[in-house]
């Protein structure tokens, strides 16, 4: 069979890709796998096809050559001068044969813009892949690793779920969360890392930060320990893995920064973690955080430099103040404390940014 030349249509009504799609074949039989991987310019179109035959199985739709072939076609036709839809995750005009097998098998039009034309949560996200993928569940009460093909490390927390292929493609590496996982990225600054995590995508060439992104929380959750990520939400997460977005994109995070996206209002949130680490290592035989009469503009100097982290404030206003303190194990944030209570200022934390007003020192 000829397959090069099948369009969406064709593969949805074919007997045997249909098998395929359905987990009913053999698993000794790796042709539509390696059909596929020989083909990558076709995975778009493979996707399309898939994700409808997966859609109508989720609605126990039975499928016949005659029903969609016959009924396709003429509503392909009916609706190719009715219906506009704003191009979202799939190449350009595929929407129209979903919407012709939604509306021909009787799915709701609901279900075609939100689950079709537009998915972000993980299963959704998982079915659309044309290449199938391995899913580990963490059924455990505790934390699970996982190992990829590129060397990378995941550590999968119970109640959560992973999909990544046995084999990344050229283009990007590309995973599937729903839960919480901290990971530990292979770098690779020609072959992106991109975790698609319900409605975030955080895209990283080899870092290690977390993702809490459990579908009936409120709120998903990235943060970075080392590296630099950028994270897109809602609309600006629709992408294809053949389709990386730039670095540029989106929110950029650094070490001991955070992202809150709240799924409603649709809205992201930059901040600083908890409880913020150091980035540079301390030596052993010094310590740099024991002041002596130490001027504050060198005292900020020393922690922005320690932890990575922006400190702001007026250098006129605080020009007279010196900050004696011998400091050491405290984190961060009991740190400001100390040297604030000193020089009779405060601080508050804007955009992952700690920001200092004072009156100044006599």
Known sequence: MDYI??????????DYFRKWVNGQLPQEDTFWPEWVRHHPEK??????????LKALEMKHIPITDAKVSDKVRQML????AQLTVERSFWATNWWKLAAAVVLVLGISGYFLNQKLLNPTRYDELVMAQANPTIEKVNNSNQPIKISLSDGSIITLQPKSK???PETFAKEARTVFLSGEGFFDIAKNPRKPFLVYANELVTKVL????????????KDVVVKVFTGKVSVLSGKEAVHT???????TD?????????VIYERTPDKLTKTLVENPKMIVPQPIDSNPFNFQNTPVSQTFEVLEKGYGVPILYDE??????TVTAPLGSESLYEKLDIICKVIRATYEVVDAQIIITSKGCK
């Open 316 to 321: 006129e206003v605080l020009k007279n103040c």
């Open 241 to 247: 893995a053949s389709q990386p977005f730039s670095q």
């Open 250 to 258: 989106g929110v950029i995070l650094m070490p001991n920064q955070m």
């Open 43 to 52: 995975e778009a179109l493979i996707s399309q096809a898939k994700f409808v």
């Open 77 to 80: 036709e009916e609706t190719d």
């Open 206 to 217: 080899g870092t290690s930060f977390s993702i809490r992104a459990f579908e009936k929380d």
């Open 5 to 14: 030349h099948y369009s969406a249509e064709d593969f949805i009504v074919d």
């Open 162 to 164: 992973l999909s990544y």
